[in-house]
């Protein structure tokens, strides 16, 4: 927001219609809670005090409805896939899918499995993938940030919330 | 309205027409749903507010880590144990080590008993934590769970100071432990214990004798002993039913005979034996006892070697064993089939949530849909448990 | 009550036919004919001298060399304080055994999942379908001869290998330079 806006005395901001958009967006990501295994406690204890995500503006809602981001937290197996995939479409645009942990990578340690969906970009459109396993409550809240910068780069009037413009 | 019978008699002068369960209809509750403790999946039969049936479906996070455990070493094995119950790792962790060490004959040090007693003690509490404020979230009492997690940001703390992880230890290994204690690390836990238990009192005061939260767990969901030895309840679950099953006890396994501890039972606290409150407080007593065997350990753990000499590639004689350790969610069972190589021939793990999973047909009947909630929190069911 | 005791208590109420052998290693086991296991689960369910309250697990295991698949019950008694072993087999080509759905109720959901991963047919059995992996799925993953196939409905099962990608990207664009 800072290289399209002025500021003039008396109280009064100069920005593109662009910016202020993508600033209150990015000041009020509610994602989905979607844990599905061992990284979900992690990113329980990030919503916890010590983390706080709230801090961000981000805060957890229980519906896809309601929520811009969806974290896919742990491994996803073909029986869950097909509900990923439904929950993904349900959410409304413009959203986003943070893909938390090495299982949601790639697989991870169940690489080998013949349950387990080898990374859950096989499914959905990834934005940022979050390496470790589990990652820490930190790399999640990077994650968060690095959302921030994809919507605050997006062109929203352009577009109209149906095409996403990666720069 | 505690009585389902009661409920559907109001129901029914509520509408005349409409006889109980005559006009069903199927719900699909989860299985991304915050409070259903990781991905399950209910049918939920029902014909307004009393439910006439839920049923689990299950499977959602079946990773097979029973193959994945025949193409693995058994060293190579441990990281996945951890992931067969997060909330627990430690236990899983022990019980895989305790299943090869039987059958490779390895003699664990002292030492490393001692350190596998203090890390699962500590691991029961943290697991507790979950188990107790996740309940208390579920009903809609989301402070308790934030203080929790709070508590549990110090065991976390303890926990990556002795081996590095927060979450997923792989801490044991088969003969003894990864690492020793860092010398300021007793400390560290008697602060923790110091600091922990004057708040399990506070943490009573806040949320276990509330009324509300006491009247949405009291007389609901009740499972008695009959049922609880049927279905094959296990651990916090079954004593909470009054049956004294607590295999640190009945089997006597590692160090545990060493120490003084109760087995906290259900005694219906608040209402009958063996419902929801029951459950919940069984489990914040034990989390008591489990200080009282952290402090002990702490006192009388020995000095010496925290690991036995094993050789990296191990090789096991054809033989099987099944091996069974308290974890926090009860009987964690490795059945372990080997065959002479460097790899399990065949291994099953058998896990306290899966059966308590199957209780839920049969105890949700009658309930209303709200109580399902209260059924499965206090049931303390986790889904890679389950499903593995 | 060791085990041992357990065996002699069953070849004297069953007879040889029924309770093949006792295998004496340090974790012992009792060998069961596959058609009585009902009968004999229930007899020590309720017998007041053993009283095996608890159904502790019941695993399948697969061997292709002798073509038949084991299942093994344990059984746990806490008034002995005992661990009983089970062991029965039944023919791979067409496993069949008895439902234990009436002695134990947990029985129903373990049967349902040997089932699911082994294909193992439980006669008389309330609900006898898949129950970790989806209804339409094909093979019985814990066999020994199961493969993995290479779509489940339009999801690929296989991940190319990062390092082959890589390296087949890097031998592209150096052709193109």
Same mark, same amino acid.
């Given at each position: 927001m800072k290289e399209n806006t002025t500021i003039i005395e008396q109280g009064v901001i100069v920005s593109t219609i662009d910016g202020v958009l993508n600033w209150m967006r990015k000041s009020s990501i509610w994602y989905l809670l979607f844990g599905t295994a061992c990284c979900a406690i992690e990113l329980m204890q990030a919503g916890g005090p010590r983390t706080d995500l709230d801090r961000f503006g981000a805060v957890f809602r229980a519906t896809p409805r309601q929520s811009d981001l969806m974290i896919v937290a742990g491994t996803v197996t073909y029986k869950m896939a097909e509900r990923i995939r439904l929950l993904y479409h349900q959410m409304a645009e413009p959203k986003y899918v943070i893909s938390m942990g090495s299982c949601a990578n790639c697989g991870g340690l169940f690489q080998r499995s013949y349950s387990v969906l080898k990374g859950i970009d096989k499914v959905v459109p990834v934005d940022v993938y979050i390496a470790g396993c589990p990652p820490r409550t930190e790399a999640l809240a990077e994650g968060i940030l690095k959302i921030q910068k994809i919507m605050m780069r997006e062109k929203w009037l352009k577009t109209r919330g149906t095409k996403r413009n990666f720069i | 309205m505690k009585n389902p019978a009661k409920v559907n008699e109001a129901i029914r002068h509520l509408k005349p027409q409409a006889a109980p369960f005559e006009e069903e209809m199927s719900l699909n509750f989860g299985p991304?749903?915050?409070?259903?403790? +990781?991905v399950l999946n209910f049918l939920v039969v029902t014909d +307004?507010? @009393? $439910?006439h049936q839920a049923l689990p479906n299950i499977g959602y996070l079946h990773r097979g880590i029973e193959k994945l455990a025949e193409m693995t070493p058994y060293s190579g094995f441990m990281p996945y144990t951890d992931r067969v119950d997060y909330l627990a790792a430690m236990f899983a962790n022990q019980v895989f080590a305790m299943a090869v060490e039987s059958l490779a004959e390895i003699e664990v040090p002292k030492r490393a008993e001692y350190l596998r007693v203090i890390v699962c003690e500590l691991n029961r509490i943290a697991s507790h934590f979950i188990a107790t404020g996740a309940l208390a979230l579920d009903l809609g009492a989301v402070t308790p769970f934030v203080q929790w997690l709070r508590e549990r940001e110090f065991i976390n703390d303890i926990m990556e100071a002795l081996? /590095?992880?927060?979450? &997923? %230890?792989? %801490? $044991?290994?088969? /003969? /003894? @432990?990864s690492v020793d204690m860092p010398g300021d690390l007793p400390d560290k836990i008697l602060r923790f214990l110091d600091h922990f238990e004057p708040i399990i009192d506070e943490y009573n005061r806040l949320i276990s004798n509330n009324e509300i939260f006491v009247k949405r767990l009291a007389d609901v969901a009740v499972i008695s002993p009959i049922d609880a030895v049927n279905f094959g309840l296990v651990g916090p679950n079954l004593r909470a039913s009054g049956i004294g099953i607590d295999l640190r006890k &009945?089997?006597? %396994?590692? @160090? %545990?005979?060493?120490f003084d501890f109760e087995v906290p039972l259900g005694? /219906?606290?608040? +209402?009958?034996? +063996?419902d929801a409150y029951d459950r919940y407080m069984v489990r914040i007593l034990e989390m008591t006892q489990s200080c009282r065997i952290i402090r002990q350990a702490l006192e009388k753990i020995p000095g010496g070697e925290y690991r036995a000499n094993v050789k990296k590639k191990l090789k096991v004689e054809e033989n099987e064993v099944y091996s069974r350790v308290e974890s926090a969610r009860g009987e964690m069972g490795v059945y372990l089939i080997s065959d002479g190589t460097d790899r399990p021939y065949r291994l099953k793990i058998k896990t306290g949530s899966f059966t308590a999973m199957s209780i839920v047909e049969k105890a949700s009947q009658g309930l209303m849909v709200a109580d399902l909630i209260a059924l499965i929190g206090s049931l303390d069911v986790v889904a890679p448990e389950v499903d593995r | 009550m060791k085990p041992a005791e357990v065996y002699k208590l069953l070849i004297d109420r069953f007879g040889e036919d029924l309770i093949l052998a006792y295998v004496e290693t340090r974790n012992p086991y009792i060998k069961i004919n596959n058609g009585y296991v009902q009968a004999i689960c229930t007899f020590l369910r309720y017998n007041p001298s053993t009283k095996f309250a608890f159904l502790s697990s019941i695993s399948g295991v697969d061997y292709p060399q002798r073509n038949e698949i084991d299942i093994v019950y344990h059984l746990f008694s806490p008034f002995l304080n005992t661990l009983c072993v089970l062991k029965t087999s039944t023919p791979r080509d067409l496993p069949e055994l008895e439902s234990l759905e009436s002695v134990w109720k947990v029985a129903n959901w373990f049967e349902r999942e040997i089932y699911d991963l082994l294909g193992v047919r439980f006669t008389g059995h309330s609900n006898l379908k898949r129950i970790l992996?989806?209804?339409?799925?094909?093979?019985?993953?814990?066999?020994?001869d199961y493969k993995e196939k290479n779509s489940y409905h339009d999801m690929e099962t296989m991940r190319p290998d990062p390092l082959k990608v890589l390296r087949e990207k890097n031998e592209k664009s150096g052709k193109s330079q």
């Open positions: - | 991304q749903h915050p409070s259903t403790h +990781g +307004g507010e @009393v $439910m081996c /590095g992880a927060r979450l &997923t %230890y792989n %801490y $044991m290994r088969i /003969g /003894g @432990v &009945t089997l006597g %396994y590692s @160090v %545990y005979p060493d005694k /219906g606290f608040r +209402g009958a034996l +063996g | 992996l989806p209804d339409d799925w094909e093979g019985h993953p814990l066999r020994k």
